[in-house]
């Protein structure tokens, strides 16, 4: 029987093997946009990642008699209010921001990937998880933050606590949308006819072969989700200081934008080269993962 | 010149000096940085309430420019018992509420009683003295009785807080008295609110009772007055450089440079102008019980680099709790705070406060890591981050938590939290002591809950005293002893600013309580 069982689900294999390719990365670099928007980035997560090493300055030391600076000398991209260098900052803040991404992306994925297979497998459940994401779409991320913050305070937790309630229920759509597909295959049927157990189905049958596809709409969903969470730190209610926080460096530095420009735009700027990169290299994912795009 | 032509030129002339209404139909365009919570006086002691309720609502009594006479206003007299315990104040008797109802000797007495009411549990009850009853003797004379003399009353009776209501208003308002509207015998009337948006006010048309400190005895030579929140300030600054505004006291002090240099705006510094910000401590939270603790966070700062750095030489050190050139003011309470970082750090270990092996202190099993309840937008929020980095090189991790304006004072109410800050405006010292440090004021305004008997008495003594001598030497005492406390970290002595269009006429900051706009009775284009 377990011989059986093993052999059935054919289909799946192949569609998981298809992400794993090594000729995948290949195709990617052979665009060149995407290939320097993957560089970019990987230079981004690193330095966020090796932050204490790579930062110049303790991103929290301020420095009162040297204020504002603007960029240069000890300081390539100059000090903020408090005299602190924005540069190690920065590198700080892109660690916190990226990581705000990545939570909400995986945590809202897992959840909002859930419910979606399993409205899909479970006929009955459909309608009402259905409508619980219908109810979850009517509530901007940003509402949900305003309500967390109100409750739990501002802070990191209130953001990441947005971000995957945000992320769920577009998450939650795509995988009913491509498991619905799957389940009209074949081999589904068979799995049934031959006493699978549901959880077999769900996971080897129903959900390997629609993660590429979630997979693809999540790293298209990454740069929408660091905008947003800095969108929640940009009005307070993200990131407290002296936390380190692209949203909320730009928020600080726009009191300052008649006397030091750079204190706002530098953070501003490194959130739009980071979502740009990020959805650059989402859409290069997708073309070489999306079997139609590729016909 | 022909008779015609001489009534022409003679009309553009009365025109041009404002003898000719030049105003009207014309709207005064105001720019606030914070909105309120609601507009009740006797509710609140927030300052960004108190600025509509002066623009809309009197007070028996009006502060003059100097910062320290009381001057007739809906009194036009009174007088006092020789034992300071009985004032008679004689109402003038042509003032009229915006409803046109006529204000009385009624209004007044339901006013201070409202205020003193238990329901309404007063945050500046205190500042209409130990009131024993206040009657009215007849339509226009009050009888304002004490239990005890109070030689500040008549300066304290010019606060906001001690406004006269129309009493039929607010029995009908109810609860929703100060945010649906208020009436009031003001220069002002209310007309909507949208909070944290707007509030919109009218020409009180009755209005001629403008105390003589003004050249304008009224009504004011605007129809409307629209007063925008603006929270952000590069949004302000742009918003007056580019003449959408003709008046803000909320000019950001970072720019004020900028401002004093642009053709289009005035800058007017309040004077006196004696306005603290400081860091209190709520002395019941274990992490701030211990007095070393609290003066070692006061010590381990540079104030002079704060006052330059954050708010760029807009703002003077603060060594002690009161200004030295305020009323009794103690000398002797500079003794108690010495800036020095190696102090700090001896204290925090005798205390026990170890450093941690991630460079914060800790005591059985507890970092000392002190929540800090600051407001959005306010000069605290900046200066709370520079002292965040000062304390981290002596092992204390302040944690921020900044809260929008609207929100700040309920959340401070609550009062979960170690530290707070607020930007105080005041008098004198015993206003100042008596605000914050007497039993009777806590939770609010007393939030470090400073329970002393023999503070207490040292008010008690400086509030009733009748010469000036017992007065200086008993809030003298208070100050020494808060200083000793180490109850506050006091960092900056602010500066108050109006910014004004050079296109507005007859602008002049008043220092009471944060509201440099006062009635506005001489502005004009």
Redo the contacts between chains.
């Keep these: 029987m377990s011989t059986t069982i093993n052999a059935a689900p054919a289909a799946p294999a192949t569609a998981s093997s298809e992400m794993s390719r090594p000729s995948v990365l290949r195709r990617i670099m052979r665009d060149r946009v995407a290939g320097a928007a993957a560089t970019i980035l990987t230079v981004v997560v690193v330095a966020a990642l090796f932050a204490e090493w790579v930062a110049p300055y303790d991103p929290y030391a301020i420095n009162l008699l040297n204020v504002m600076a603007p960029p240069g000398g000890d300081h390539l991209l100059g000090t903020d209010s408090n005299g602190r260098d924005i540069l190690s900052r920065l590198i700080y803040g892109t660690r916190n921001t990226l990581m705000l991404g990545l939570v909400g992306v995986i945590f809202g994925g897992l959840l909002g990937g859930l419910l979606g297979i399993l409205a899909a497998f479970y006929k009955p459940l459909d309608g009402w998880i259905m409508r619980l994401v219908d109810v979850l779409l009517a509530f901007p991320a940003i509402l949900i933050g305003l309500a967390v913050a109100a409750i739990a305070g501002a802070g990191m937790t209130a953001v990441l606590i947005a971000l995957v309630v945000a992320t769920i229920p577009d998450v939650a759509r795509v995988a009913r949308g491509a498991a619905i597909g799957v389940m009209e295959q074949e081999f589904m049927e068979a799995g049934r006819a031959l006493g699978v157990s549901d959880f077999t189905l769900i996971w080897r049958y129903l959900t390997l072969n629609c993660i590429s596809t979630i997979f693809v709409f999540l790293t298209l969903r990454f740069g929408q989700i660091i905008l947003i969470g800095s969108a929640l730190s940009f009005l307070g209610m993200g990131a407290q200081p002296p936390t380190a926080e692209l949203g909320m460096m730009a928020a600080q530095g726009r009191d300052f934008l008649f006397m030091a420009p750079h204190i706002a735009t530098v953070p501003s700027l490194a959130i739009f080269v980071i979502v740009l990169c990020a959805n650059l290299l989402g859409d290069a994912i997708r073309d070489v993962l999306d079997p139609r795009l590729q016909q | 010149m022909s008779t015609k032509k001489g009534v022409l030129a003679g009309l553009a002339i009365a025109a041009a000096i404002g003898f000719a209404p030049a105003t009207q139909g014309q709207t005064l365009n105001i720019m606030r940085g914070v909105d309120a919570p609601h507009f009740d006086a006797h509710r609140t002691t927030w300052s960004p309430a108190g600025d509509i309720i002066n623009m809309v609502q009197d007070t028996l009594v009006a502060l003059d420019w100097d910062g320290k006479t009381p001057i007739p206003y809906l009194a036009q007299s009174w007088e006092v018992s020789p034992d300071g315990r009985k004032y008679t104040f004689k109402l003038r008797d042509d003032v009229r509420f915006c409803s046109g109802k006529k204000m009385t000797a009624d209004d007044v007495a339901f006013s201070i009683t409202r205020l003193r009411s238990p329901e309404i549990k007063g945050p500046f009850a205190w500042r209409a003295g130990e009131v024993k009853a206040v009657t009215a003797v007849d339509a226009h004379t009050v009888s304002y009785e004490l239990t005890e003399g109070f030689s500040d009353l008549p300066l304290q009776l010019t606060m906001f807080t001690n406004v006269i209501m129309n009493r039929e208003n607010v029995e009908t308002l109810g609860k929703d008295y100060g945010v649906q509207g208020m009436d009031g015998t003001g220069p002002w009337c209310f007309v909507n609110w949208q909070p944290r948006t707007e509030i919109n006010l009218r020409r009180n048309e009755h209005y001629k009772w403008g105390p003589k400190m003004f050249k304008n005895p009224g009504p004011v030579k605007f129809d409307r007055m629209s007063i925008k929140i603006i929270p ?3 949004s302000r ?2 918003a007056m450089m580019s003449g959408r505004f003709d008046l803000t006291g909320a000019f ?1 002090t ?2 004020l440079t ?1 401002a004093k240099a642009a053709p289009m705006l005035t800058v007017q510094r309040a004077e006196p102008n004696f306005q603290l910000l400081y860091y209190g401590y709520k002395i019941t939270r274990p992490m701030v019980a211990d007095a070393r603790v609290r003066e070692a966070m006061s010590i381990a700062i ?1 104030r002079a ?2 006052g ?3 708010l760029l030489g807009n703002a003077e050190p603060a060594y002690t709790n009161v200004d030295p050139l305020a009323l009794d003011y103690a000398p002797k309470s500079r003794d108690f705070l010495k800036e020095d970082v190696a102090r700090a750090n001896r204290l925090l270990d005798e205390a026990g406060w170890k450093m941690g092996a991630d460079g914060i202190r800790e005591k059985d099993g507890m970092k000392l890591a002190p929540r800090v309840y600051v407001s ?1 937008n306010t000069n605290s ?2 200066v ?3 002292i ?3 304390l ?1 090189k002596v092992g204390v991790d302040w ?4 809260w ?1 304006s609207t ?1 700040a004072p309920i959340k401070m109410g609550e009062q979960d939290y170690e530290i707070w800050s607020v930007t105080v405006p005041y008098l004198t010292a015993g206003d100042l002591m008596s605000l914050y440090f007497d039993s009777r004021n806590i939770p609010t305004p007393n939030r470090m809950n400073w329970k002393n008997e023999q503070t207490d008495e040292w008010l008690r003594l400086g509030k009733t005293a009748l010469v000036p001598e017992a007065r200086t030497l008993n809030f003298g005492l208070v100050q020494e002893q808060v200083s000793r406390e180490h109850l506050w970290i006091p960092v900056l002595n602010v500066d108050m600013y109006m910014v004004t269009n050079k296109r507005l006429k007859g602008a002049r900051p008043h220092t009471l309580y944060q509201n440099v706009f006062y009635k506005g009775l001489d502005l004009s284009f």
């Design positions: 952000e300030e590069s600054v742009a950001p970072a720019f900028q540079n680099e704060i330059k750095g954050v959005a929020a900046k709370a981050e520079a965040q980095g000062y981290r944690r921020l938590q900044v929008d929100i």
